[in-house]
T-cell receptor, first 113, second 113 residues
Framework: GAGVSQSPSNKVTEKGKDVELRCDPISGHTALYWYRQSLGQGLEFLIYFQGNSAPDKSGLPSDRFSAERTGGSVSTLTIQRTQQEDSAVYLC???????????FGSGTRLTVV | GQQLNQSPQSMFIQEGEDVSMNCTSSSIFNTWLWYKQDPGEGPVLLIALYKAGELTSNGRLTAQFGITRKDSFLNISASIPSDVGIYFCAGMNYGGSQGNLIFGKGTKLSVKP
């Protein structure tokens, strides 16, 4: 597509439930990134996919967080047993090449109640 | 890990004023990027800097890649109301972890009351 698409745009969930966040990158972009932005904070790196290589998961905050990227395109970030501190905006970005700036989606605002 | 110190954290602008913000790091980066984020949106790339000492303009925006490769500044000349938002600096290294892109905590631009 023309831009990075994320869904849902907003998600309210109860503590302890699992959630799935979806990212549809720009067509042809080989790299895909997930970031988390808490209120008033900068962007915290979560995970990075590059082509068929093993993902860089070094930013995932706990084993409740996981992500996959199917067919080198769409990615899903899953948070299991959500906690209130998971409330944040989850941003996805894609890029054609690691040396260029990323194009971000509008994010999914997750609220855990 | 690598960290970026961005300042100021916030500032108020009056239409027509020039604005300046900067980022510093204890580590060297190969690339500096400046993003702007509007409410409810993902960050949008403003300027990318690839060489130490490089000075690049994009309309009323000017950014420089510090000669030591540890800092960068962004200037906005003759500010207008639509300049309000949050500006993020980001540093990138090709060989590092964390997806290669590290973000500062942002500078929030607001209009003077």
């Amino acid at each position: 597509g023309a831009g990075v698409s994320q869904s849902p745009s907003n998600k309210v969930t109860e503590k302890g439930k699992d959630v799935e966040l979806r990212c549809d990158p720009i067509s042809g972009h080989t790299a895909l990134y997930w970031y988390r932005q808490s209120l008033g904070q900068g962007l915290e790196f979560l995970i990075y996919f590059q082509g068929n290589s093993a993902p860089d998961k070094s930013g995932l905050p706990s084993d409740r967080f996981s992500a996959e990227r199917t067919g080198g395109s769409v990615s899903t970030l899953t948070i299991q047993r959500t906690q209130q501190e998971d409330s944040a905006v989850y941003l996805c970005a894609s890029s054609q090449d690691r040396t260029y700036g990323y194009t971000f989606g509008s994010g999914t605002r997750l609220t855990v109640v | 890990g690598q960290q970026l110190n961005q300042s100021p954290q916030s500032m108020f602008i009056q239409e027509g004023e020039d604005v300046s913000m900067n980022c510093t790091s204890s580590s060297i980066f190969n690339t500096w990027l400046w993003y702007k984020q509007d409410p409810g949106e993902g960050p949008v790339l403003l300027i990318a800097l690839y060489k130490a000492g490089e000075l690049t303009s994009n309309g009323r925006l000017t950014a420089q890649f510090g000669i030591t490769r540890k800092d960068s500044f962004l200037n906005i000349s003759a500010s207008i109301p639509s300049d309000v938002g949050i500006y993020f600096c980001a540093g990138m290294n090709y060989g590092g972890s964390q997806g290669n892109l590290i973000f500062g905590k942002g500078t929030k631009l607001s209009v003077k009351p």
